[in-house]
């Protein structure tokens, strides 16, 4: 599969029809939601984390490569990593050792040990990301300004669009202003002339409806995992009590 084949998928896409990407931890988990119909998938970072013993954050680079590897050899349809914010690799290693393993997409976020980067340093990175891979990566840029925090005094908003816009700039396919409220989606959409990424979470608005606020592409974070790590402790106290 090729990242063409993953930008494809992202264009034209109806209000309240988003392309919805599952996100598999391990290679079990890619088969089930490929067999189910899904035509692209995007690994979580703390799903994978979590699959591997890691706490989010704390999974070392070469075994977040490994697993990705692992997902991207199950499934006959594109996957794009959350690679969080590249590991301290350059931009040249960071792509190769990331194409290496068969995913076609990646997110890069901007922020680094729970603190923001400036964006035109982050808009920079992206921007040598872009040049090393040419055509061969979707890369989705992610915006942390809901999940860090902003400057006091900084309109948060607008801070979201205007990282966004420089990420765009930069050459990002797409732009995923994580955790941002349902009612700032339009706005941010409106904002930027690439696809927005929404999270869609228990508690909140459904992809369909994210759809309709301005969303193109929906994914999940972590949830999906943490859905089926409650399962399996349903199991766990049905055998306790056998």
Same mark, same amino acid.
């Given at each position: 599969?090729?990242a063409?084949?993953?930008?494809?998928?992202?264009?034209?896409?109806t209000p309240g029809?988003?392309?919805? #990407?599952?996100?598999?931890w391990?290679? /079990?988990?890619?088969?089930?939601?490929?067999?189910? &119909?899904?035509p692209?998938?995007?690994?979580?970072?703390a799903?994978?984390?979590a699959?591997? &013993?890691?706490?989010?954050?704390? *999974?070392?680079?070469?075994?977040m490569? /490994? +697993?990705? @590897?692992?997902?991207?050899?199950?499934?006959?349809?594109? !996957?794009? @990593?959350?690679?969080?914010?590249?590991?301290?690799?350059?931009?040249?290693?960071?792509v190769?050792?990331?194409?290496?393993?068969?995913?076609?997409?990646?997110?890069?976020?901007?922020?680094?040990? &729970?603190? $923001?980067?400036?964006?035109?340093r %982050?808009?920079?990175?992206?921007?040598?990301v872009r040049?090393?891979?040419?055509?061969? $990566?979707?890369?989705? @840029?992610?915006?942390? *300004?809901?999940v860090?925090?902003?400057?006091?005094?900084t309109?948060q908003? /607008?801070?979201? /669009?205007?990282?966004?816009?420089?990420?765009?700039?930069?050459?990002?396919?797409? !732009?995923?202003?994580?955790?941002?409220?349902?009612?700032? $989606?339009?706005?941010?959409? +409106?904002?930027? *002339?690439?696809? #927005?990424?929404?999270?869609?979470?228990?508690?909140?608005?459904?992809?369909?409806?994210?759809?309709? $606020?301005?969303?193109?592409?929906? *994914?999940?974070?972590?949830?999906? %995992?943490?859905?089926?790590?409650a399962? !399996?402790r349903?199991?766990?106290?049905e055998?306790?009590?056998?």
């Amino acid at each position: 599969m090729t990242a063409s084949e993953l930008r494809a998928l992202h264009r034209d896409r109806t209000p309240g029809d988003p392309l919805v #990407l599952p996100g598999p931890w391990d290679a /079990a988990s890619a088969r089930v939601f490929a067999d189910a &119909g899904f035509p692209a998938l995007a690994t979580p970072s703390a799903g994978v984390a979590a699959s591997l &013993g890691y706490e989010d954050g704390e *999974t070392p680079a070469d075994e977040m490569f /490994a +697993a990705v @590897a692992r997902i991207a050899r199950a499934v006959p349809v594109p !996957v794009s @990593a959350d690679i969080e914010a590249g590991y301290g690799l350059a931009p040249r290693e960071l792509v190769e050792r990331l194409l290496a393993t068969g995913a076609v997409g990646c997110n890069l976020e901007d922020s680094a040990e &729970g603190v $923001l980067m400036e964006p035109e340093r %982050q808009a920079d990175r992206l921007a040598e990301v872009r040049s090393v891979a040419g055509d061969a $990566l979707f890369v989705n @840029a992610r915006v942390d *300004t809901y999940v860090r925090g902003v400057p006091a005094g900084t309109d948060q908003e /607008a801070e979201t /669009a205007r990282r966004a816009r420089l990420y765009v700039a930069a050459g990002a396919d797409c !732009v995923y202003p994580i955790g941002a409220p349902a009612e700032s $989606l339009p706005r941010l959409a +409106a904002a930027v *002339t690439v696809p #927005l990424n929404a999270l869609s979470r228990p508690d909140g608005p459904g992809p369909r409806r994210l759809g309709e $606020l301005g969303a193109a592409r929906i *994914t999940f974070g972590p949830g999906l %995992q943490r859905r089926a790590m409650a399962a !399996v402790r349903g199991f766990a106290d049905e055998l306790r009590k056998a």
